[in-house]
């Protein structure tokens, strides 16, 4: 599998944006989960799909992600990041001048009490918050889409974990809730894609 993963890293090209590649050599030397260029550029790939002008981000660290969501959306799409962290809001922010973003907000604190105060819908919410919140991410989330948006989140193969069959962890209970939640709830038609460490990708019914 470690080969297939390099021949689909080879295939986004060599000539990779030099910030995006600073940004992934800070994950690796301080042990900061991203969500990687594969996850990125599906990301950027449902943005332009759907023609995206609303997105939040429920846990965005140091703006990763959000850099691919921006990328593909136009300058009028609106993108709006949570994180509790005041240091990676000043990061994230950091990168996104250097690359010349205007458009996203960055909002701290919890993401899931920030959801609740943001009025109107959103084409897409992508979700990485602490995995034992999960399922309360799933049920705040899906009552904010608009008819035809997306709910994206990460970590939904939990490396492996999911394959636990009485999981003691806090964390994988929380993804296994999430996908079984994800996969039976009418309001949504879910599939994962086994990139990355595993990507839901729920359309709102």
Known sequence: ??????????????????????????????????????????????????SANRILELGSGYGYSAIYFAKAASDETEIICTDTSEENKNLAFSYFKRLAITNIKFIVGDALKVINQLQGKFDIIFNDV????YPQAFNLAVPKLRKGGLLITDNALWYGQVLESKPKRESTVGV?????????????????????DGICVSIKQ
């Open 1 to 50: 599998m470690d080969g297939l993963q390099d021949y689909l890293l080879d295939l986004l090209g060599k000539k990779r944006n030099s910030v995006i590649l600073e940004m992934e050599k800070y994950a690796n030397k301080h042990e900061f989960p991203i969500v990687g260029p594969l996850v990125g550029q599906l990301l950027s790939q449902y943005t332009q799909l759907i």
């Open 130 to 133: 602490d995995k034992q919140r």
């Open 176 to 196: 296994k809730e999430y996908n079984t939640l994800a996969f039976s709830d009418p309001r949504v038609l879910s599939t994962i894609i086994p990139i990355g």
